[in-house]
C-alpha cells in the first residue's frame, strides 16, 4: 500500500485537467470560462437612473428623493439599463458627497436583469429597476446628513458574466421625503 501511494502521486502529477480552470480558458474566453456569446459584439454601455418598478430618466442636477422607509432607515431608489452586456451582472453602486467624495452608500448586489422592452430582440438591451442605495437613519440636516439639498454623485458599475465593464454616473440632489411611519419629520431644506 504504500508503494501505490507516490505512483499514484506521480501518476495525478502527469495527468492533464479534463477543462481549464476559470479565468484560462482559450483566448476570447472570460473569467467565466465561457466563450463570448452576442452580448459581446459592440461597446458595453449602462444608463444610470431612478425609479422603483420603471427606469426613470435622471440628468446632472436632477432632485432624487431619499425614501424614509417603514423601519425607519432611508434609501435612494437607483434603476440600470445596459447594451451588449450579459443579463447577469455584478452591480456596484454608490453614493458620494460631491463637496469632499466621501462615501454615503455603496452597496454590491449580484443581478439577473430584464429585457428591455423598446429594444429589439438580440439587442443585449437589460434593465433592473428598484435598486436601493441605503443610507442608514437620517432625520434632516442637523443629523451629520450634509449630503441632503447638497450635490452628491450617484455612481453605477456594471461587470457582466463576459467580464465587460461599463459605469455611469451622475450628479444629483438628495432630498429627504415624506415619512411613512406618520411621523411629523420635516422634509424641508434647511434655513
Known sequence: MRLLLPIAVTLA???????PPV?????GQGDSGAPPGPCSAGDASVSLGT???????ID?????????GPQGGQHILASVRTW???SVALVHLTVRRAHDDSVVSDQLYRLQFFPQEDAGEGDCAWLYPGMYGYLGFVTGP???????????LM???????????????VRVVPELGEPLSGDEGDGDPPG
Do not use: H, K, Y
Request: aromatic share 6%; net charge negative.
Open 84 to 86: 451588449n452586456m450579459t
Open 23 to 27: 479565468g484560462q480558458g482559450p483566448a
Open 13 to 19: 502529477a502527469c495527468s492533464e485537467p479534463s477543462e
Open 142 to 152: 442637523d443629523d451629520d446628513a450634509d449630503f441632503l439639498w447638497r450635490e452628491a
Open 60 to 68: 446632472d442636477g436632477d432632485s432624487v428623493v431619499v425614501i424614509n
Open 51 to 57: 425609479g422603483q418598478t420603471t427606469f426613470e430618466s
Open 155 to 169: 455612481s453605477i458599475e456594471v461587470t457582466d458574466n463576459n467580464g465587460r465593464s461599463a459605469s455611469d454616473e
